[in-house]
C-alpha cells in the first residue's frame, strides 16, 4: 500500500486516467475528488458492503408468511391469534 501525505488541492494520478484531487481536510475526514473515465466503478466501501449483504439476504428461502407473522408478534410481545381470540370470547355455559 502507497500512504501519501497530500494538502487541499494537490493531487494523486492513477494510471493515465485516474485523478485523485484532495478537496479539503477536516479534523476528521479528508474530502476528496476522484476523475476517472465513466467505466471504472468507484465505490465506498462500507455502502458496497451494505448492498452485497442486503442483496444475499434477499436471496435467501423466504420463509412462510405464518412464521414471519409469528416472529413479528413474539418480538412485539402480541399474543398468537387463536390465544387472543379464546381472550376475547366469553366463557361458554357447560350444559
Do not use: C, F, W, Y
Request: charged letters at 35%; a negative charge.
Amino acid at each position: 500500500m502507497l500512504v501519501l501525505t497530500r494538502k487541499p488541492g494537490e493531487r494523486v494520478l492513477i494510471g493515465d486516467d485516474i485523478v485523485v484531487t484532495i478537496i479539503e481536510s477536516r479534523g476528521d475526514g479528508v474530502r476528496i475528488g476522484i476523475d476517472a473515465p465513466r467505466g471504472v466503478r468507484i465505490h465506498r466501501e462500507e455502502v458496497l458492503k451494505a448492498v452485497t449483504e442486503a442483496n444475499r439476504a434477499a436471496s435467501r428461502p423466504q420463509e412462510r408468511a405464518e412464521d414471519a407473522e409469528a416472529r413479528l408478534r413474539a418480538a412485539l410481545g402480541l399474543p398468537e391469534p387463536a390465544a387472543a381470540a379464546r381472550a376475547e370470547s366469553p366463557a361458554q355455559p357447560e350444559s
